[in-house]
């Protein structure tokens, strides 16, 4: 069994608070692109055994891939296995959400290689389990999500949209953008005007300019090159800003021509530059 395991942007997201175990509550609204890990699945006698294109991945409980399989073997409570191969794609600490993504597509395709009666709700539960945003991947496609990302609403008219996407070549760690950034926030950006544009079935063209990231003003001052990148973005017309906790800076485009102009103008050492579409 093959399956796609596509990328995230975030086009909005705020922090609302922190709570007592230090999860940090959000609103956001993730896009699934067409930028995507691949994984094949075959079934084996017993265990998982993980292999992985990536050589500088681990491929045991370290992996939320390895982890993922466990839960489910777990929760079946059978004696099955799996050969499972990761063939990554999208870089890693890049805010793309390329590890929750592997972890829902081999939740769902595990789920069917085995065919296990397991409801929507108990995928759901194990998804929560592995990580904030691995429920949304269950789905994909547009969603307005709050709590620590995982209190879901899907948004079903959302307009196609066309995005370049800029990894600078190194990543950011979502634990340290977190922790720089300065809490209780006194103006906080509201979702429900990009929200509500989006849900009329509206283009970028009405809600672009509602893009907002809060964790920038953590993640800029330690990363000066992605505020760079951003401005670069910005200069060639493109409404652009960072993905999750970074390090991926994206922008709209109008379609792949435009793109690739803009891709030959910001190509650079160590930078992988990706044209996508809304998935």
Same mark, same amino acid.
């Given at each position: 069994? !093959? ?8 086009? &909005?997201? !705020? ?106 709700? !108990? ?46 070549? &190194? ?60 401005? !670069? ?16 800076? &994206? ?29």
């Amino acid at each position: 069994m !093959e399956l796609l395991a596509p990328a995230k942007l975030n086009l &909005f997201l !705020e922090i609302t608070g922190k709570r007592p175990d230090g999860y940090h509550t959000l609103e956001t609204v993730f896009q699934t692109v067409s930028l995507y890990d691949k994984i094949k699945l075959k079934i084996r006698s017993g265990g998982i055994n993980l292999t992985c294109s990536d050589k500088s991945l681990p491929v045991d409980e370290r992996n939320i891939v390895y982890r993922a399989a466990s839960a489910l073997l777990r929760a079946s409570g059978k004696s099955l296995g799996a050969d499972i191969h990761l063939e990554k794609n999208i870089p890693m600490g890049a805010g793309l959400g390329g590890g929750s993504s592997d972890a829902a597509a081999v939740l769902k395709g595990l789920a069917k290689l085995w065919k296990l009666s397991v409801s929507k709700k !108990e995928i759901s539960k194990i998804a929560l389990s592995l990580g904030a945003d691995v429920p949304f991947f269950l789905s994909g496609g547009t969603c307005a999500a709050s709590g620590v990302g995982e209190k879901l609403h899907k948004i079903n008219r959302t307009a196609p949209a066309s995005y370049i996407l800029i990894y600078p070549g &190194f990543p950011v760690s979502t634990a340290l953008a977190y922790s720089k950034l300065s809490l209780p926030l006194t103006k906080k950006q509201k979702i429900n005007r990009i929200q509500n544009l989006m849900e009329q079935g509206l283009g970028p063209a009405s809600w672009g300019g509602l893009m907002f990231n809060r964790l920038e003003e953590a993640v800029f001052p330690l990363f000066p090159e992605l505020k760079a990148l951003k401005g !670069e973005l910005l200069r060639l017309g493109c409404l652009g800003m960072m993905s999750g906790s970074g390090s991926t800076i &994206f922008g709209l485009i109008k379609n792949f021509e435009e793109g690739r102009n803009i891709k030959s103008a910001l190509s650079g050492p160590g930078r992988r530059i990706f044209l996508v579409e809304t998935v």
